[in-house]
C-alpha cells in the first residue's frame, strides 16, 4: 500500500481507540496478513472482481488497510479509502440499532404490535398452501396465532418474506401484488406489505425478507422524521459517518460510487431499481457507505454500544441486541433459507456465534462474535475475544458466496491455531 493511501486512510480513522481493553491478543502476523493481499490482487488482476477495500482494527487502530483494483472499470479510477458503496443488507444493524435505541427511550416496546403504528397490519393473514381434491394446489388464508410484534420484526420472525424466498406460492403471490410499483416511501411501502399474507405464523420461523423496511417505517412514525433523519441525528452524525446516505447527490459523490463488473446482472438491476426510486429510504437495505464509516459503527459494537465517549445504548439494551434471539427455547424454527450461518444465532438485527457449529473443522471465529453481510459483497465481523473489527467492501453479486468467506478463513489464519476457530 502506498504510503500515502495509508495516512489518508489512518486520518479518517481516527478517535477510534477503544479505552480500558485488554491488548495481550497477539495482533495478525505480517507475512500471514500478506496472503489476503495477494488473494484479493490475484482476484483483481483475474477479472473477476473490479476492486475492493479491506480493513481490520485492533484494539481500536487500523492494522491492515488495503485497496485494490478500481471503483469502476469503465471510468478505471482507483479504489480510495472515500469510496462509497452499496452496501445492501448491512443497511439493517444500523436500522436495528435506531430501533434499540427508541426502545431503550421507552418510546418503542419488543412486545408492541406492528398494527399499533401501522393499523394495516391488524388484518394480515397467514398463507397457507393447501392440496385441493383434484390435486391442485391453493391458498388458503387464516388468522395470525398472534399479532405481528416489533420483536418478530427485529428478529425476521414476522412471516413477511422476500419474493425470492420461500415457497412458489410465496413468490407469486409477491410478484403479483407490485411492491415495487411506481413511487412509494416508506410509510407506502409498509401499506403494500401489510396487504400480502405472512409466508408463516409470526414467531415460528426465521424468515429473511422486508422485516426491517417495515421497522423503517415504524421508526419515522415514531420520531416524526424520514428514516434518514432519524438515522443521521441519532447515528451518523454523532459516529462521524458523514458519507452513508440513501441519495448521493454531488458529483463528488458520484464519481466516488464503486460499480460491479457489467456482467454483474443482478446487482446493476438492483442498481436501477434504487436509482428509480430515491424516495424509498430502504431500512433493510438502501443505504450507501464508505469502508470508514461503517468502521465506526463497527467499533462502536465492539466497544459494547459506547464509542468516543457517547453511548448509544444501555448496556441492558446491548446485550439484548447482540444476544441469539432465536436459538432452543424461542419457538423458532431454521428453514432451508437460513442465513446467519453455521453456529450463528440472531440477536436484533445481528448475526451472533452460539456454537462452534456443525462443520469439521468449525467455521473461523469465536464466540460471540457478531457479524453481516449483504447481497452485493459487503461483510464485516465483531469479535470481542480478539478485541477486533473486519470489513470488506466489494461489488460483486456473481463472486461473493466464494469470496467472503474465503476473506473471513484468511482473516483468522493471521492469528496463532488456539484463536482461529471456536
Keep these: 500500500m502506498q504510503r500515502r493511501e495509508f495516512l489518508v486512510g489512518a486520518a479518517m480513522l481516527a478517535g477510534t481507540v477503544a479505552r480500558g481493553r485488554a491488548t495481550d491478543i497477539p495482533a495478525p502476523a505480517p507475512d500471514k496478513l500478506q496472503r489476503i493481499t495477494a488473494f484479493f490482487e490475484n482476484e483483481v488482476t483475474a477479472g473477476r472482481l473490479p476492486g475492493a477495500v479491506i480493513l481490520i482494527q485492533q484494539h481500536g487502530k487500523p492494522i491492515y488497510f488495503k485497496m485494490f483494483g478500481v471503483r469502476d472499470v469503465r471510468t478505471r479510477l482507483s479504489m480510495t479509502p472515500d469510496t ?33 403504528y401501522i393499523p394495516s397490519f391488524a388484518g394480515t393473514k397467514v398463507g397457507l398452501e393447501v392440496t385441493k381434491p383434484d390435486g391442485s394446489l391453493a391458498l388458503d388464508l387464516v388468522p395470525p396465532i398472534h399479532p405481528v410484534t416489533i420483536r418478530d420484526l427485529m428478529r425476521h420472525t414476522s412471516g413477511i418474506s422476500y419474493d425470492y424466498i420461500g415457497g412458489k406460492w410465496v413468490e407469486l403471490a ?22 400480502l399474507p405472512l409466508a408463516r405464523q409470526p414467531g415460528t420461523l426465521w424468515r429473511y425478507g422486508h422485516s426491517t423496511d417495515v421497522l423503517g417505517s415504524v421508526i419515522e412514525i415514531i420520531t416524526k422524521q424520514t428514516l434518514y433523519d432519524a438515522l443521521k441525528q441519532r447515528v451518523f452524525d454523532p459516529l462521524g459517518m458523514t458519507n452513508t446516505k440513501f441519495v448521493l447527490t454531488t458529483s463528488d459523490e458520484l464519481e466516488r460510487m464503486a460499480r460491479p463488473l457489467p456482467s454483474d446482472q443482478i446487482l446493476l438491476d438492483a442498481e436501477h431499481e434504487r436509482l428509480a426510486h430515491p424516495e424509498w429510504q430502504s431500512g433493510g437495505g438502501g443505504l450507501l457507505s464508505t469502508i470508514t464509516d461503517y468502521q465506526r459503527f463497527s467499533q462502536m459494537l465492539l466497544n459494547g454500544g459506547e464509542f468516543d465517549g457517547k453511548r448509544y445504548l444501555s448496556p441492558a439494551a446491548f446485550k439484548d441486541m447482540t444476544t441469539d434471539q432465536i436459538g432452543p427455547g424461542s419457538g423458532v424454527a431454521r428453514d432451508y433459507f437460513y442465513f446467519p450461518g453455521d ?28 457479524k453481516w453481510d449483504s447481497g452485493s459483497g459487503t461483510y464485516f465481523g465483531v469479535d470481542p475475544r480478539l478485541d477486533m473489527v473486519y470489513v470488506l467492501m466489494q461489488q460483486t453479486q456473481n463472486e461473493r458466496g466464494r469470496i467472503t468467506p474465503a476473506f473471513k478463513e484468511l482473516v483468522y489464519d493471521t492469528f496463532p491455531p488456539d484463536l482461529r476457530r471456536p
Excluded: C, W
Design 84 to 116: 462509497v458503496f452499496a452496501i445492501h443488507s448491512m443497511t439493517k444493524p444500523i436500522t436495528s440499532l435506531a430501533a434499540m435505541m427508541l426502545i431503550d427511550e421507552g418510546r418503542l416496546a419488543l412486545a408492541d404490535p406492528v398494527s399499533k
Design 174 to 195: 409477491y410478484k403479483a401484488a407490485n411492491i415495487f410499483e411506481g413511487q412509494f416511501d416508506n410509510r407506502e411501502f409498509a401499506e403494500r406489505v401489510a396487504k
Design 343 to 370: 453456529g450463528f444465532g440472531y440477536g436484533y438485527g445481528l448475526a451472533v456465534r452460539t456454537d462452534p457449529g456443525n462443520a469439521k473443522p468449525p467455521p473461523p471465529g469465536s464466540i460471540g462474535e457478531l
